[in-house]
């Protein structure tokens, strides 16, 4: 039944001449296949912490302005783990779709993993930032690329003087920070894609969303958005969320229990059936 369902919304959503974007957006679920820890799944780094840090008081701008080399060696240690990680074959299969579809398909991550870019995708929108960039901590708030000197490290490790000379802004002085959204921060266009995200929602035919949960603020206003602009919502976890709580009472809308490549090759079969027949 689940199958004639999906089935029958992606030939639909295909048959539309307007509101017909196919857009996925995906959380930390996504990436555990690939060795890297959700959040705030029942195995989550947020419910269990880590050995050193509690990640919701960490990571804060607040703790950074306090303890900037500190962050910084967690940061390296975690860009460390990332790099190490490969994309899945849910990564693949995304980039597979956007191969196939073109420009109806948009990606939107709250991913900071860089695993959706190494895996190919490129019409993609990383709302919480990125790894791969830095940026000034201080009022020019400049963006750059990562300084090829800081390398990934041990925990323990500390920083050398010469990763410290790499890490203070050329304009200003003041330290750069990893060039991703904090805690105890706002959504922006600039570094979030927060208007993008929401135009796109707004001309989306259907919306999967993979392995996350809610709980953040952007990504349930993209679900709220599609929803009120007469999107399909497909809602593909391992577990209940926030996200189906809110889809309890809707209509447009396809709840599978499950990981993502429990059913990414059948949604990519169906919407490739449907490229191929031109429906």
Known sequence: ???????????????????????????????????????????GIWVKGTKFHKPEKFGTFEYFYKNPEEVWQYTLFRKRMLENAKPNQSHKIIADIENDL??????????????????GSERLFEIHGN??????????????PMPPELKGKELTEDL???????LKCPTCGAWMRANIL???????????KVDS???IAKNTG?????????ATSLP??????????????????????????????????????????????????LIKNCVDQHI
């Open 220 to 269: 349930m206003r993209i679900a709220k958005t599609a929803l009120q602009f007469g999107g399909y919502i497909v809602d593909i976890n391992l577990e209940d969320n926030l996200f189906s709580d809110h889809l309890s009472t809707k209509k447009n809308k396809l709840i599978l229990r499950g990981k993502s490549i429990d059913f990414l090759p059948e949604i990519r079969h």
């Open 102 to 119: 073109k420009d109806r398909f948009q990606l939107i991550t709250q991913n900071v993993d860089n695993l959706h870019r190494r895996a």
């Open 160 to 166: 050398s003087q010469e990763e410290i000379d790499a």
């Open 131 to 144: 790894y791969r960039e830095v940026k000034c901590s201080a009022s020019c708030s400049e963006i750059r």
């Open 1 to 43: 039944m689940k199958n004639i369902e999906l089935k029958n919304i992606i030939e639909e959503v295909f048959k539309k001449e307007k509101k017909n974007k196919f857009t996925f957006l995906t959380g930390a679920g996504i990436s555990s296949d690939s060795g890297i820890p959700t959040y705030r799944g029942s195995d």
């Open 197 to 199: 995200s929401l135009r």
């Open 206 to 214: 259907v919306l999967f969303i993979i392995g996350t949960s809610g």
């Open 182 to 192: 904090w805690f105890d921060e706002y959504y922006d266009e600039k570094t979030n």
